[in-house]
């Protein structure tokens, strides 16, 4: 399952659409589809405390202070890593 789905399951459980049972509809799942990939999508450009994140972890890993054009590229990769890693099974 792709972290897409996952967010569309958790937002379709949150509303009602979604239960193991499966989707109500396939619009509802559409819908929570959407819904999931807009979220995402949002976390693409990072706000203050994501940037301060993104340079902690450099420094942490680099031992050198970065700026903020450098931290939106790590945090971008931060966020790929994230919605890209595989699910235990």
Do not use: F
């Not at 990939?37 to 993104?54: F, G, H, V």
Request: aromatic share 6%.
């Amino acid at each position: 399952m792709t972290k897409l789905e996952e967010v569309a399951r958790a937002i379709g459980a949150k509303r009602g659409d979604y239960s193991e049972a499966g989707w109500l509809g396939p619009e509802t799942h559409a819908m929570a589809l959407s819904e999931a990939s807009a979220a995402i999508d949002a976390l693409r450009e990072p706000n203050q405390a994501q940037l301060n994140m993104a340079r902690e972890w450099s420094y942490m890993k680099y031992g050198k202070p970065i700026g903020n054009d450098a931290a939106k590229g790590c945090w971008g990769c931060m966020l790929d890593a994230l919605l890209n890693e595989e699910q235990p099974k």
